[in-house]
């Protein structure tokens, strides 16, 4: 595996490095220059309303495409938290996310929603908030398309903290999703007491659906919940038609994963909406 030719190379598939301070110096290095030569993209995933099976709208995922090809965003969101550059990486998202959307949406003539992530260190000092107001100025998109996604994560350490912010957000206009509910032991309270208007499944429970009977319970019964405090219901990480069918017959709002579309450039995805524009 480790032949001399790849010496200097990063390989994030051994653990055993992701471990290894000078990787992780090498990765924090690596990442500064990328930001700064606006070398992370932004993809987009398609999101669909299962009835008339059109796509609403999309995730933004930030990609780092180098040259040993493309690195993933679990490996190198941990790197951009703890080395202090998520604040920029967060802000350059919300940017290309938006500007992208809010051209698309002009084109297109339709109400596409933008769904961003929003990692528990954004959270930090409330910084997300001007950041936020920022870039929704800048990009003159407005507000009711803005879903930000977070996890648990954002209330565990100060809940009291965090709930100020995420009121700051909503009174900005945007929506709040929870997002891989069911991975976490708390998500069900916070559910309750913040102003969350999404939930959406996580994909563990959404890709059991098919051998699990519990994982299927899992679904139904979330669905129910969030019917019930009256979230729209979001599954991510749908990769056959029988979970579609299953997710739609249970009553979700909307379907997200590779059965439907994989993330993409923003062309591709510009390509998919004007393309059913045309079909309309
Ligand atoms: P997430 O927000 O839960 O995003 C869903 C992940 O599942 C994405 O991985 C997406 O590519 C993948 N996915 C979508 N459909 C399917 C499917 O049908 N099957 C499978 N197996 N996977 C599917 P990705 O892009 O690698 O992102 C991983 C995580 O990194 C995200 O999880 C999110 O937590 C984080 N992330 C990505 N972009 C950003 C960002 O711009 N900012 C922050 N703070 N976090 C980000
Ligand atoms: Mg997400
Ligand atoms: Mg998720
Ligand atoms: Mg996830």
Do not use: F, P, T
């Given at each position: 595996h480790h032949s001399k030719k790849y010496k200097h190379c990063f390989n994030f598939y051994q653990p055993e490095m992701a471990t290894s301070?000078?990787?992780r110096f090498?990765?924090?290095q690596k990442l500064r220059e990328a930001l700064d030569e606006n070398g992370l993209e932004v993809f987009f995933q398609p999101v669909y309303e299962p009835v008339e099976?059109?796509?609403t709208g999309s995730e933004a995922l930030v990609r780092w495409r180098t040259a040993e090809g493309f690195i993933s965003p679990a490996d190198f969101i941990p790197v951009a938290e703890q080395s202090g550059q998520i604040r920029k990486l967060g802000m350059m998202v919300l940017r290309k996310a938006f500007s992208h959307t809010v051209a698309l949406i002009k084109e297109s003539g339709q109400a596409l929603t933008i769904s961003v992530n929003v990692s528990p260190k954004q959270f930090v000092h409330g910084y997300i908030v001007s950041d936020l107001q920022q870039a929704l100025h800048e990009s003159?998109?407005?507000p009711r398309c803005v879903i930000l996604e977070i996890t648990e994560g954002?209330?565990?350490n100060n809940v009291i903290e965090a709930a100020e912010v995420l009121n700051q957000l909503t009174d900005l206009g945007v929506a709040i999703s929870m997002d891989d509910f069911g991975q976490g032991y708390s998500s069900l309270s916070y559910l309750r007491q913040h102003p969350f208007s999404y939930l959406k499944i996580d994909r563990s429970f959404v890709q059991g659906m098919?051998?699990?009977?519990?994982d299927r319970a899992l679904v139904e019964a979330s669905v129910a919940m969030a019917q019930a405090l009256n979230l729209k219901v979001v599954a991510e990480g749908v990769e056959t038609q029988t979970q579609s069918l299953?997710?739609?017959g249970l009553g979700v709002d909307y379907l997200q994963g590779f059965?439907?579309?994989?993330p993409m450039p923003g062309d591709e995805y510009r390509a998919l909406v004007l393309q059913q524009t045309v079909n309309a």
């Open positions: 301070l000078q990787h090498d990765l924090q099976g059109r796509c003159g998109i407005d954002v209330l565990l098919d051998q699990s009977r519990q299953a997710l739609e059965w439907l579309a994989r």
